[in-house]
């Protein structure tokens, strides 16, 4: 789900033939006055950072000239919006709006099909909408095979309570957001607030934008717009996320492997498979242990892959021990990652015999992964160890300082 | 509906000569399963592992006659393929392909909903029924007996590794597996566990079943209702991972228009609840599954 910043989202409105307002991006104040100057009139100020609810956080302001512009801009550049520091801003003409509507299409994964939701009350959260004024949301899933032609799309305008020359407009615009949606396979595209001017004009207010991560390879036109990490919104990436997202590259068609670093924590975390390992992470933290990460290898990775993951759990600081621990595995070669964890753990510079590390890995070769795992020192279990003991076992191994 | 699978099967196996998809033909045939032909395009007349490779779907058909197929293709090719399965009338369709386009997925999902066609998966590692002798995809591996002994309690599970470390679980504590379903990990998948509950409802060679969850989706709130409704009657252990993820910051600030369509219904705790609520035993560990499914079941349907 990573996102594409309003500026380059708008690109593609104005591309699309959806109506936006003028607007270019400043990355100083002097820049921004040059930008609102050359408007010669009211102007809006965004920060341009992939963040929600940038109205609630200060991040939009307004001005009324150049020397208004340049003092906004001051005020938001090197500012940060939840963890994203601001060092862009959009400066644009500011609207002469009648109304605030708002326009989105997202995937109901209930439905299994997109839906399409629009209300004539927009500019606050469609959440608030749907609390206190559910009759003027109008929601319709929609099918991929026959789409969302305007005829259509005016019927809903009109059941949402809208009339007269703008109703057109909408059933174009709607539409043509559609045929974006379709043809850049976005998981969602959003228009809140959606302007209707005091001429009857139809503008977007805002662009909201997310991209399938799985599509991108038929949408190398997206590559350049897409903020790298933002399918994990609260932050951007981390080095240690960033070198491990680089290990995984190295052969990104051999098993999967990801990496989240978290906050505090002593225990390296290196489970799989998808479902394990979130319950392994839950066992930890039952049984009293501190996980320093959440790291998942799976779908027969190769030695260099576990290494290089091994390395990346280990490299952060304040990790003193390692719980590699997968479900029976049916076709992922335990002895591969055995190879992989021991020699990860010599490239981060540790000793696989003094480190406390448990290791639970049954399945494919696992009589060959227990004999690296124990000729390195490593205290190894089988499928005779549920995943429960265990992660019991590792958090005793931490509690003992690891002499064992 | 009638078994998913059984020892009647006859499977084709789509982009069969791909690496991945030879290893598994290899493992399916040596465990029993009746895989009759393959197709990949352009490989017509070729062979793997003894099985007769197709250019199309329609020959295939005419000289093999499958009743059910396993996609293993690219990411990129497999709309293509479930689509070409589906105009072909068949009843069952595995899909093994991970990380296929969203878009791609909602449209085999509205062609497969108008035919009428069971999907499982996207992203399953498959179906196995050991009492039969029968798997479709790679589900336990060459040695599927290691996690698979035949037995009368069935698995749903969204995650393809767990599936097996339940049926390892329960092997080692006496029960043996009619059935076990690797639902696929993705939030959009063909048959979800509610709707596989009616295959376990009417089988009369299950006596319960283990539901492994995890966070996200309504899945396991739906298989709550159907107990509810009793549509489903018979015992369920059900255990949800992931309950460390309420801790973490929300993952998403986009998902506005979406959280209202989905409410709050993505966390485990109240997943747990729900099933809880409407009669499923709540396992918080696999080493509870045992001993719960013993609390539940007659004498008679014990293990020794």
């Known amino acids: 789900m990573a996102r594409i910043l309003e500026h380059h989202a708008k690109q593609m409105f104005a591309q699309a033939g959806i109506p936006v307002p003028e607007g270019y991006p400043a990355i100083s104040p002097d820049q921004a006055a040059t930008i609102a100057e050359g408007m010669g009139g009211p102007v809006v100020i965004k920060a341009l950072v992939p963040v929600g609810k940038r109205g609630e956080a200060g991040a939009v302001q307004f001005a009324e000239d150049s020397r208004g512009a340049s003092l906004a801009a001051r005020d938001l550049i090197g500012r940060y919006i939840g963890a994203y520091m601001i060092d862009t801003v959009l400066v644009e003409e500011r609207i002469e709006i009648a109304a605030e509507l708002y326009l989105s299409i997202i995937v109901d994964r209930d439905e299994r099909k997109p839906r399409v939701v629009l209300s004539a009350s927009g500019g606050v959260s469609i959440e608030q909408v749907a609390r206190e004024d559910p009759g003027a949301m109008v929601t319709e899933p929609i099918s991929m095979i026959r789409g969302l032609p305007e005829y259509r799309a005016r019927e809903l305008w009109v059941r949402a309570g809208m009339t007269g020359p703008v109703i057109p407009k909408l059933g174009q615009l709607t539409n043509r957001l559609w045929r974006l949606f379709v043809e850049h396979d976005l998981r969602l595209i959003e228009i809140n607030p959606l302007f209707r001017t005091t001429t009857d004009d139809i503008v977007a207010g805002d662009a909201v934008m997310s991209v399938d991560d799985a599509a991108s390879f038929r949408h190398p036109e997206l590559a350049r717009f897409v903020v790298p990490g933002t399918d994990r919104s609260w932050r951007p990436m981390t080095d240690l996320e960033i070198e491990a997202q680089r290990v995984h590259e190295l052969d990104p068609y051999r098993g999967s492997a990801r990496y989240l670093e978290l906050e505090g924590g002593n225990i390296g975390f290196l489970c799989g498979g998808g479902g394990a390992s979130l319950l392994l992470y839950d066992h930890l933290i039952e049984a009293g242990g501190q996980p320093a990460n959440y790291a998942e290898i799976g779908g027969n990775p190769t030695e260099q892959k576990v290494a290089g993951m091994t390395r990346v759990v280990l490299s952060k600081p304040g990790v003193e021990g390692l719980f590699v621990a997968h479900n029976i595995t049916n076709n992922t070669q335990t002895d591969v990652i055995a190879r992989g964890v021991v020699t990860g753990i010599r490239h981060a510079g540790r000793d696989p015999s003094s480190l406390p590390v448990v290791a639970r890995e049954a399945g494919l070769h696992d009589e060959e992964g227990r004999k690296t795992f124990e000729e390195a020192g490593i205290v190894y279990f089988g499928e005779r160890t549920t995943l429960a003991e265990a992660a019991r076992t590792m958090v005793d191994a931490m509690s003992s300082g690891g002499t064992r | ?304």
């Open chain 2, 1 to 304: 509906m009638s078994r998913l699978i059984d020892g009647s099967t006859r499977l084709l196996v789509q982009g069969i000569t791909g690496r991945e998809a030879r290893m598994v033909t290899r493992h399916m045939l040596a465990y029993g399963t009746a895989v009759v032909s393959g197709v990949t395009p352009g490989r017509g007349g070729q062979d793997v592992e003894g099985v007769p490779v197709f250019d199309t779907f329609t020959q295939a058909v005419q000289e093999t006659q499958p009743s059910a197929s396993l996609v293993s293709v690219p990411p990129a090719a497999t709309l293509d393929a479930v689509a070409e399965a589906i105009a072909a009338e068949i009843p069952l369709v595995v899909i093994a392909t991970e990380g296929i386009p969203q878009h791609d997925v909602l449209r085999m999902l509205e062609l497969s909903d108008e035919a009428g066609t069971v999907i499982i998966g996207p992203n399953s590692v498959g179906v196995i029924r050991p009492g039969d002798g029968v798997k479709i995809g790679a589900i336990g591996g060459e040695n599927p007996e290691r996690a698979f002994v035949p037995g009368r309690i069935g698995v749903i599970s969204r995650s393809g590794g767990m599936t097996s470390e339940i049926g390892l679980t329960l092997r080692l504590a006496g029960y043996g597996v009619s059935t076990a379903i690797s639902v696929g990990g993705d939030a959009l998948i063909g048959s979800t566990p509610a709707t596989l509950l009616a295959e376990f409802q009417n089988d009369l060679e299950t006596d319960a079943v283990v539901l492994f969850g995890e966070p996200g989706t309504r899945f396991e709130e739906d298989v709550a209702h159907r107990i509810r409704n009793s549509e489903f009657t018979k015992p369920l252990v059900a255990l949800v991972a992931g309950e460390f993820t309420e801790h973490l910051p929300e993952g998403t600030a986009f998902g506005h228009a979406a959280a209202i369509i989905e409410g709050d219904s993505g966390r485990p705790s109240a997943k747990r609840k729900a099933l809880q609520e409407a009669g499923a035993l709540v396992a918080r560990t696999l080493d509870d599954v045992p001993g719960l499914l013993e609390s539940t079941l007659t004498n008679t349907q014990r293990p020794n």
